[in-house]
């Protein structure tokens, strides 16, 4: 079976996933109702806010991110509630599509795809809802679909000055490649996935849940019971979990997260901005465009425009010649972009690969000379040594 | 980390994984709209409508069996529909509890935990039913929380002469353990977990809908998204998945599967058949008393009351003892039973190993002589050699 050669992952999940990190995934699974289960859930709960930076609850579900941000939106809302919803990429519009479901009354903030969403809008319609009728603000911190990074420091500010309206965030590429510091912006509902910056497989996703979020929750009427959230916080309360989870990508979990505190916040972060740097600035040099405004680069992922060449064919050449997998554009953006993933568990190697292989790949096609491609490797090897 | 010496795990799920399985586990993800994870879907898909030997259309949810139950619910029903509910176990319980959060109009048909549900009272309920009201018929195949198997052949008969109602069958616990002939019995819903027969951790559910079932979906008005099968149905068009899925448990179950054809169907029943029997007959040597009717004995789990001994005191000590986990009773149960998982990846070893150190246990508590410690191992073996 060719399923599985020597791949690199540059994609925007799942993420390379260290070896630590699979041998634990691949260890015989326990009982979830013992007290080894148990301290399990304790260490993973205690490390997850350490990530969160927060001390509130962190809840962990078997399901994709968009379980976690479903659960988010059904658990504190009712059925015509007013949500304000910013949309600048596939992620932002696939909470409005869970908000009208649901029957919620959705405002939209809109920004074209590869711009970020702009914080006055908030703030302006925020201001003027002095009947405070905004019952939640939902969006995307990094819109993975476009390798665009919202402000949500300032987002939040506008939200916080509100004082009624929750914030429902999608942090699902942000957590882990960049500060989200949850108490410090106030954020009431944050989620995000397992197969991310956290370096483990697809399967689990996390819901972070303020004070204000689980006192919204006591009057939600929108019905749900896999996703009802205060069966997760009764079972928290004794480290353990409503349904059976999926305890071998919480073995993993463990491990991964020790490995984040080994590495630190603070390194992680300057981690993936170095990264960001280097394959953005790389890019530029070899005067391919950034998809993204370059004030507003996701530190997860770039997307990269190439003109007068499918970018599925360029893609799909890097994965054949070079076996690293590279992410497409989304919808009406296919052929038009290709997305590099550099995420989780990438080091300055994956990122010197990548540019390699994107230098070489054009240099193979008389797109640019030997001197651009060399350029290129130059102004990425310069970002990687920066701190 | 004291977490996992050499344990045998004897509960109902997570059940014990083959080492091959671990290894597939264990290996690096893939990118999930790959062709080489398109392939798995395919291979998986084909091999799960094998084991539930039917042609309808079965579905991978990340998920526990709950989020499967749950999906076949709101999937096909609408506000105010009248379901009839059996009712004899823990889970028939939490289906009612799903079914009225989602504001079904629930009738139960109960029976003693313990006891199988009575298929006349199916029979009689559906057969009144003129102005066929009732939209769906909602039970638990293997009762996991009691031991008993509910006569679904029988049940499903009157299900299909009512023509319109539907089936939604929890069958978590009697997939892969005995036969559940989808197609043949013209069951409808069918929802099972990875963590159990499947001989795979947990993280996984399956959902088989026949096309009944997809019309009904049409109908039903229900909110729901990240559980909406139909954006599954049309992901399974294309082999994929709407949302990320739980990749490395795919792996798991691509490879579990092709374990279980190699044994083949009928060669699974009859070892978990000879299992049970091995069991059950065991523990009547022993004095000991089944929780379940003799006659409704389910496949998977045995539960076994005992006498004037704490049931949680007595499989602690199986547990510190000999490193084999048993589960306890759930609720009201507690401390009154302990129940044997025999369910997945169990061979004879196992069971003759459990046989021992209850015998074991008893004798050394001077509740049972040598000669009927030795009396039960004899008659567990006998049965183990039956074909």
């Not at 500060?179 to 397992?194: C, F, K, M, N, Y």
């Not at 305890?247 to 979990?253: D, G, S």
């Not at 070079?322 to 296919?334: E, M, N, R, S």
């Amino acid at each position: 079976m060719a399923i599985q050669q020597k791949l690199s992952l540059m994609i925007p999940g799942p993420t390379p996933v260290p070896e630590k990190v699979l041998q634990a995934l691949g260890k015989h699974p326990i009982g979830h109702r013992t007290k080894d289960f148990q301290d399990l859930v304790e260490s993973t709960t205690k490390n997850l806010q350490w990530l969160h930076q927060t001390q509130n609850d962190i809840l962990t579900i078997t399901g994709s991110g968009t379980a976690a941000m479903e659960a988010g939106i059904i658990n504190t809302l009712s059925k015509g509630d007013k949500v304000l919803c910013g949309e600048n990429g596939k992620f932002g519009q696939r909470w409005v599509q869970v908000a009208k479901e649901f029957g919620l009354d959705v405002i939209k903030i809109e920004a074209k795809w590869g711009s970020p969403l702009n914080p006055d809008d908030f703030k302006t319609i925020l201001e003027k809802d002095t009947e405070k009728e905004i019952k939640a603000v939902i969006l995307t911190h990094s819109e993975t679909s476009t390798g665009v990074i919202n402000d949500l420091k300032k987002i939040s500010t506008h939200i916080r000055n509100h004082e009624k309206a929750l914030s429902i965030i999608d942090c699902v590429t942000s957590l882990g490649a960049c500060s989200v510091p949850v108490d410090e912006w106030e954020l009431d509902i944050v989620a995000s996935g397992s197969q991310k910056g956290y370096m483990i497989p697809p399967g689990l996703s996390f819901i972070s849940m303020s004070d204000k979020a689980w006192q919204a929750s006591e009057k939600s009427n929108l019905p749900k019971f896999y996703l009802n959230l205060k069966s997760y916080k009764k079972s928290l309360l004794n480290n353990s979990n409503p349904y059976t989870p999926a305890v071998n990508l919480v073995f993993a979990l463990d491990e991964s997260l020790k490995m984040m505190r080994d590495e630190g916040l603070e390194n992680i972060f300057k981690r993936h901005n170095r990264h960001k740097l280097a394959i953005s600035k790389a890019a530029l040099t070899l005067k391919l465009k950034l998809f993204a405004d370059e004030n507003y680069l996701s530190p997860a992922i770039t997307a990269i425009e190439i003109d007068d060449i499918n970018a599925e064919d360029f893609r799909k050449t890097i994965k054949k010649e070079y076996d690293i997998l590279l992410a497409g554009g989304q919808d009406h953006l296919k052929g038009k972009i290709f997305r590099v993933g550099h995420l989780g568990y990438v080091n300055d190697r994956d990122i010197i690969s990548v540019v390699a292989a994107i230098s070489n790949t054009l240099l193979n096609q008389n797109k640019i000379s030997s001197k651009e491609a060399g350029e290129a490797l130059k102004v990425a090897s310069n970002y990687l040594k920066i701190n």
